[in-house]
């Protein structure tokens, strides 16, 4: 039909840990939704992966960004701006960006993940 019915899926370590609502029938969603859930100290990575929800059939993978501990490690302010989508599947071509904030709050016995899932294209 052209469009899709979009929502995330926000994974620390293969966990998911937050869903987004769906936004029904766009190419270009807008959630502006923000989470903060505790860190595990030794985490390795932040996924977010942006599905399209299917009411027939299982949910599609549309892409996703992987946020290291390095990365985050490189950008102690938080990361924002917008992200390239990669793709999951090898034999699907990806194409897509979504926008996020990704903040590491705290010290390093509390730390917490601020995520901001702004919006895709």
């Given amino acids: 039909t052209g469009s899709s019915d979009p929502y995330c899926i926000v994974k620390i370590d293969d966990e998911a840990i937050i869903r987004t609502a769906t936004v029904w029938k766009t190419l ?29 059939s299982r949910d599609d993978i549309i892409g996703k960004v992987c946020i290291t501990r390095d990365m985050l490690a490189e950008h102690p302010k938080g990361y924002s701006g917008w992200m390239s989508l990669s793709e999951v599947d090898p034999d699907e071509e990806v194409q897509g960006e979504i926008h996020l904030l990704v903040e590491v709050l705290g010290s390093q016995g509390s730390r917490r993940l601020r995520c901001s899932v702004l919006e895709a294209r």
Avoid: N, T
């Avoid at 270009?28 to 009411?55: K, N, R, T």
């Fill in 28 to 56: 270009s969603p807008f959630w502006g939704e923000e989470y903060e859930v505790q860190l595990q100290p030794g985490f390795h990575s932040i996924s977010i992966y942006v599905m399209d929800e299917d009411a027939l």
